[in-house]
């Protein structure tokens, strides 16, 4: 790419200048100036070391990356109201800052996000029938003006849905201990907890199409659970193979399921049936 145009990019999603989001203290992070450019700086750039951004400044920079290549001002406060009256004294609107890439683009990056967590290093924020995309990272500390020896920011920044994002979440350990040095194993399986809330705050609902994970001998297998209502329990049983069961209540038929028809549960799983007439 040379550095002119590395650098103009970084430019466009914002790193290096401060978001302008309504907190105090805001920091801008610290960019090589190009005039200071080597080959040397050129190629640590390109990987993300010799420079420091924010986490604000991160979440501005995927969220244009994701939603079709728009930068927005972040802000905390929607708005402010009056506590008597609840009349709005002030709100903040959405304000685009710049355009950074075209939406051709960032369907692209969408779908290679995406594929990070069905098939790469972040698989262990992969969550069956959602569409996850996310990336992990890993920051070398530095102090004195030298890098620290196993001294570590492990981060994770994910996107749901990732072919239509609603929300982008960016979680980082300062200094991880008794753990392998990958975001893959510390943040990666923690985003994956916070991301369920997330849908379920959101409401996101289920989708088809999401890219197929790679499975590994350590994955859960998944089983969708078949609708035996009104089936003999002999019935029941044969179609609910290779799940366990358990049964309870007086009768010939089944009148209640748990889980429901149509849920996936991990196929070492039980499910309860309740018989009836």
């Known amino acids: 790419m040379g550095k002119e145009k590395l650098f103009s990019y970084l430019d466009l999603f914002g790193f290096g200048s401060k978001t302008g989001i309504d907190l105090n203290g805001e920091g801008k992070g610290i ?22 951004v924010t986490p604000i400044q991160q979440v501005t920079a995927v969220s244009a990356v994701v939603n079709g290549g728009n930068l927005y001002k972040p802000y905390i406060v929607k708005r402010f109201l009056e506590p008597e009256t609840n009349s709005v004294i002030k709100t903040y609107d959405k304000t ?43 920051a070398q500390k530095v102090q004195d003006g ?24 960016y979680l980082a350990i300062d200094n991880p201990k008794n753990t392998a040095l990958l975001s893959s194993y510390t943040t990666a399986p923690i985003a994956r907890k916070i991301l369920l ?7 996101i609902e289920k989708q088809e199409g999401a890219i197929s994970k790679v499975k590994q ?18 019935e029941a049983s044969k179609e ?3 799940v366990e069961i358990e049964y ?3 009768g010939t038929k089944v009148i209640e399921q748990s889980p429901k028809a149509g849920e996936k549960i991990d196929v070492n799983s039980k499910v309860r049936l309740l018989l009836g007439e």
């Open 217 to 234: 001998w350590n994955d859960i297998i998944y089983y969708e659970v078949p609708n035996v209502i009104g089936k003999t329990l002999k």
């Open 31 to 52: 960019i090589f100036s190009l005039d200071r450019v080597g080959d040397l700086e050129l190629a640590t750039t390109a990987f993300g070391q010799g420079v420091s």
């Open 146 to 169: 030298k890098y620290l020896v196993n001294n570590y920011i492990m981060s994770f920044m994910a996107v749901v849905p990732s072919n239509d994002p609603k929300a982008v979440l």
């Open 96 to 138: 685009l800052v710049r355009k950074t890439i075209s939406e051709e683009t960032s369907s692209k990056m969408r779908y290679a996000l995406e594929s990070v967590v069905a098939r790469g290093g972040g698989k262990y924020a992969y969550i069956e029938d959602y569409r996850v995309g996310g990336k992990t990272g890993t």
């Open 197 to 203: 809330d997330i849908i379920d705050a959101l409401g």
């Open 248 to 250: 309870s209540g007086v």
């Open 240 to 242: 609910l193979y290779p």
